[in-house]
């Protein structure tokens, strides 16, 4: 852990011979192995990101955003954890002595939570009365039916003329 924090600290010299003699990357695989967390974190942040990307289906785009909003709410409890952090409630005439965690990321979490339940709860009926109207929920589909039906404008033309200028 000294080669990170002699890293971070800005001596690029030390990160050189760090990973020159190999112990670079037994701390990166000390990293990985004690904080478990911050690794689910990641993968489920990429995994909701490509979902909401990749996938044409809005259905599975919801779930992507709910796998995205539950790797930000793992962060930020993540990051609150105090080691040896005692719960902040101190009794009348006692001393304030010890360490004490901050009630606060997990009051945003828990607020965050129904927030993204009403989101995806929004999301859902939306999504019931678009296949109640077009009867497809894939968003490829649905941008052609739209474009036939007059709502969004055509796609111009590869090579044609896209700023309303007509050949005559």
């Known amino acids: ?49 490509y979902m909401m990307i990749a996938n ?6 919801i779930i992507g955003l709910n796998l995205f909003q539950t790797a930000i709410f793992l962060l930020f409890i993540t990051s609150a954890y105090v080691e040896g952090g005692a719960i902040p409630i101190v009794p009348e005439g006692a001393a304030e002595t010890g ?11 828990l607020t965050a939570i129904v927030v993204g339940v009403s989101l995806t709860a929004v999301g859902l009926a939306l999504c019931i009365r678009i ?14 039916l739209l474009r036939d039906e007059g ?3 055509q796609r111009p033309a590869i090579g044609g003329t896209d700023r309303g200028e007509t050949d005559e």
Request: charged share 15%; proline share 6%; with cysteine.
């Open 151 to 153: 709502s969004l404008p």
């Open 1 to 49: 852990m000294t080669v990170a924090l002699d890293a971070a600290a800005g001596s690029v010299p030390v990160l050189a011979s760090a990973l020159a003699s190999g112990t670079a990357t037994a701390s990166a695989f000390d990293v990985l192995t004690t904080r478990h967390s911050y690794v689910a974190f990641a993968l489920l942040l990429c995994i909701g990101i």
């Open 56 to 61: 044409p289906h809005l259905v599975k785009k």
């Open 131 to 144: 296949y109640d109207e077009y009867g497809t929920l894939r968003t490829d589909v649905l941008r052609e």
């Open 99 to 109: 360490t004490f965690v901050s009630p606060l990321p997990h009051v945003i979490v």
